[in-house]
């Protein structure tokens, strides 16, 4: 059900993960994504397979909850798989008439499909141990030296973090309709393709509803408290980078530089087992 989404949800903790600054993790993502984009061998997913391990450990967020948050991801998972396995030429492994499926056609399915969980569970990391308060304080710092350009930063920071915010809102919204429909006789599991996406219509249409609604009262509250996002706003709590900070952006640096070094050995053809 929808409701097992847990992509954008905030989990309240007191770990390391949880305590790390919200700067500190954005731009501790950043460099994953750098990591992840530049991961070509063997060796290198091992590497960002075990950064994404341990950091999860460490943020004590549980299997049952990762498998939460992909289980309703695994159809476009297996689609990415099997597009590589079907469409991708080279040596044959299995051949039947003029179809074959291909030792590289399987490789790349693997690799595409490694990428994409591992690019989920790495982003989610941030949503699920920074509060939406410390994750906009972090957007907005990184956004503040555009404003010299004209760029609204404070007003792009909360438009991103009430997206973010809104995710698991409309998530349990969509659940909430989909239970009242199928109360009422709707059935979204039963015919071919067409008539399941006829089915959604009686669900997508209040969601809609509902979150332009969402969105309408949110504006009116921040109207009546006089909010203005062109003022320069000032912290409660001024986030300050301690130590665990820079052992965790060092630690994730070092993740960058071992990945792009197994990625140039593997292209120089110096002989090895995992490159």
Known sequence: MLKDITIGQYLPGNTVIHRLDARTKILAVVLFLV????????????????WVLVSL????????LVWRGLSLLLGII????????????GTPWVQMGSFSISYEGLAFGAVAAARFILLILGSSLLTYTTSPLRLL????????????LGLPANELALTMTIAIGFLPVMFEEANRIAKAQ??????????????????LVPL???????????????????????????LQ?????????????????????????GVIALRVLG???IPGMFW
Request: hydrophobic content about 55%; overall charge positive.
């Open 57 to 64: 450990v460490l943020a004590r967020i549980t299997p049952s």
């Open 233 to 257: 706003r000032t912290e409660w709590r001024t986030p300050k980078m301690k130590p665990a900070d820079y052992i965790a952006l060092a630690l994730t640096l070092l993740l960058v530089f």
């Open 137 to 148: 304080s972090g957007i907005a710092f990184f956004l503040r030296p555009f404003e010299r």
């Open 182 to 199: 199928a109360a009422r006789g709707a059935d979204f599991s039963r015919g071919g393709l067409i008539a399941r996406a006829r089915a």
């Open 204 to 230: 997508f249409a209040p969601l809609v509803i509902n979150a332009f609604n969402r969105a309408d009262e949110l504006s009116v509250v921040m109207e009546s408290r006089c909010y203005s996002g062109t």
């Open 78 to 89: 297996c689609m990415m798989a099997l597009f590589g396995v079907l469409l991708i030429p």
């Open 35 to 50: 990591a992840l984009l530049c991961t070509q061998s063997l060796a290198s997913y091992l590497a960002v397979g075990l």
């Open 267 to 269: 292209a120089l053809g």
